[in-house]
């Protein structure tokens, strides 16, 4: 039932858990409260080949590694779901599901946390709601006259749907990359990006991509994972190489009623276009104490608010911290911002 604790974290996908455990360990009066029927977050919906860049020792939630599956080089997303439901059962985390958060709205010297279950009240609120629900699809012309198909990363589940078909596939990053390589082999490919695709040396992966951003979010110096590049070479992305299909043409101009068009005229029939351009942070919740996100300026120190000092945000990408919506990354940042709350409830009990 809804009440008053010191922390509300709102998601419970792996930020809002490596939250949980650091919460517990400081003896912090806390709940989680998550959106979503089932554990897993995020990774309950990604595509049926979708696997970590890591390793299962490389990609730890604090307190407890991920278990190696015999004959599983890299997770799979059903293994990072398993991990995540039976790391929610190991610390028992109090998380309340599901519970959509309404709004969180300053109410004198707490937070109120507004839900379709009640209200809850809070001395300090970590939003932990990462991306997935708020995926970002650029306004290009003729979108609305397009007669094929237009999906999303996230609506993208295998490569058979497209079997036999035009794809246009748009974006630079990982999710583009992967997606183009296995829909490729069923089907005629175009690769389109904004600026040409970076890709990363061949022996770098999660692993190594771990040690450059645990170095930085030590102080240290030298590249950061950035400068690597942007697109891991997975074994899938390898072969795309390898069967001349990775390369990309820059973005067309808009969109017709059966294709493509490039802004010298050139157009290029198609029967689907898989938009593979990213996401923004799911921070509707949080409107009326952030009164600059929908133009995408949410300033912090650190992870907490400068708008409103007693919230904290949690997992959204590298300004919430280095690495920070990754497994490994989020425990980082989830250890900072808890020490800082424990911190300032000390002060002032």
């Given at each position: 039932?809804p009440?008053?604790?010191?922390v509300?974290?709102?998601g419970g996908?792996?930020?809002?858990l490596?939250?949980?455990y650091y919460?517990?360990?400081?003896?912090?009066?806390?709940?989680?409260?998550?959106?979503?029927q089932?554990p897993?977050?995020a990774?309950?919906?990604?595509?049926?080949?979708?696997?970590?860049?890591?390793?299962?020792e490389?990609s730890?939630l604090?307190?407890?590694?991920?278990?190696?599956q015999?004959?599983?080089?890299f997770?799979?997303?059903?293994?990072?779901v398993d991990?995540?439901?039976?790391?929610?059962?190991?610390?028992d985390?109090?998380?309340?599901?599901?519970?959509?958060v309404?709004?969180?709205?300053?109410?004198?010297?707490?937070?109120?946390?507004?839900?379709e279950?009640?209200?809850?009240?809070?001395?300090?609120v970590?939003?932990?709601?990462?991306?997935?629900?708020c995926?970002?699809?650029p306004?290009?012309?003729g979108?609305?006259?397009?007669?094929?198909?237009?999906?999303h990363t996230?609506?993208?589940?295998?490569?058979?749907?497209f079997?036999?078909?035009?794809?246009?596939?748009?974006?630079?990053?990982?999710?583009a990359?992967?997606?183009l390589?296995?829909?490729?082999?069923?089907?005629?490919?175009?690769?389109?990006t904004?600026?040409?695709a970076?890709?990363?040396?061949?022996?770098?992966?999660g692993?190594?991509?771990?040690?450059?951003?645990?170095?930085?979010?030590?102080?240290?110096?030298?590249?950061?994972?950035g400068?690597l590049?942007?697109?891991?070479?997975?074994?899938?992305?390898?072969?795309?190489?390898?069967?001349?299909?990775?390369?990309?043409?820059?973005?067309f101009?808009?969109?017709?009623e059966?294709g493509?068009?490039?802004?010298?005229g050139?157009?290029?029939?198609c029967?689907?276009?898989?938009?593979?351009?990213g996401?923004?942070?799911?921070?509707?919740?949080?409107?009326?104490?952030?009164p600059g996100?929908?133009q995408?300026?949410v300033?912090v120190?650190?992870?907490r608010?400068v708008?409103?000092?007693?919230?904290?945000?949690?997992g959204y990408?590298?300004?919430?911290?280095?690495?920070?919506?990754t497994?490994?990354?989020?425990?980082?940042?989830?250890?900072a911002?808890?020490?800082?709350?424990?911190?300032r409830?000390?002060?002032?009990?």
């Amino acid at each position: 039932m809804p009440g008053s604790c010191d922390v509300v974290v709102v998601g419970g996908g792996q930020a809002g858990l490596a939250a949980g455990y650091y919460l517990r360990r400081a003896g912090l009066d806390y709940v989680i409260l998550d959106t979503r029927q089932q554990p897993g977050g995020a990774w309950r919906h990604g595509w049926e080949s979708l696997r970590l860049f890591s390793p299962a020792e490389y990609s730890p939630l604090p307190g407890w590694g991920m278990p190696r599956q015999e004959g599983e080089d890299f997770p799979t997303a059903g293994h990072v779901v398993d991990y995540l439901r039976a790391y929610e059962q190991r610390y028992d985390l109090p998380v309340r599901r599901p519970v959509r958060v309404r709004e969180v709205r300053r109410a004198g010297e707490r937070l109120a946390v507004d839900t379709e279950a009640g209200t809850w009240s809070a001395r300090y609120v970590i939003s932990a709601t990462g991306t997935w629900e708020c995926p970002y699809v650029p306004d290009i012309p003729g979108r609305e006259h397009f007669g094929g198909r237009q999906l999303h990363t996230v609506d993208y589940t295998s490569p058979e749907e497209f079997r036999g078909q035009r794809v246009v596939v748009v974006g630079g990053g990982n999710s583009a990359a992967q997606i183009l390589a296995e829909v490729s082999r069923v089907a005629e490919t175009t690769w389109v990006t904004l600026r040409p695709a970076r890709f990363m040396p061949d022996d770098v992966d999660g692993r190594v991509l771990f040690g450059v951003a645990t170095r930085k979010a030590a102080g240290g110096s030298g590249e950061s994972v950035g400068d690597l590049g942007d697109i891991v070479m997975v074994p899938s992305v390898r072969d795309a190489r390898d069967r001349g299909v990775l390369h990309s043409r820059p973005m067309f101009a808009r969109l017709t009623e059966h294709g493509v068009r490039w802004a010298d005229g050139i157009e290029q029939p198609c029967d689907a276009v898989i938009w593979c351009t990213g996401f923004r942070p799911d921070l509707s919740h949080l409107a009326s104490l952030l009164p600059g996100w929908r133009q995408g300026t949410v300033a912090v120190e650190g992870t907490r608010s400068v708008d409103e000092g007693r919230l904290y945000l949690l997992g959204y990408g590298d300004w919430t911290g280095p690495a920070s919506a990754t497994l490994v990354g989020a425990g980082r940042t989830a250890k900072a911002t808890v020490a800082d709350i424990a911190s300032r409830v000390r002060e002032s009990p």
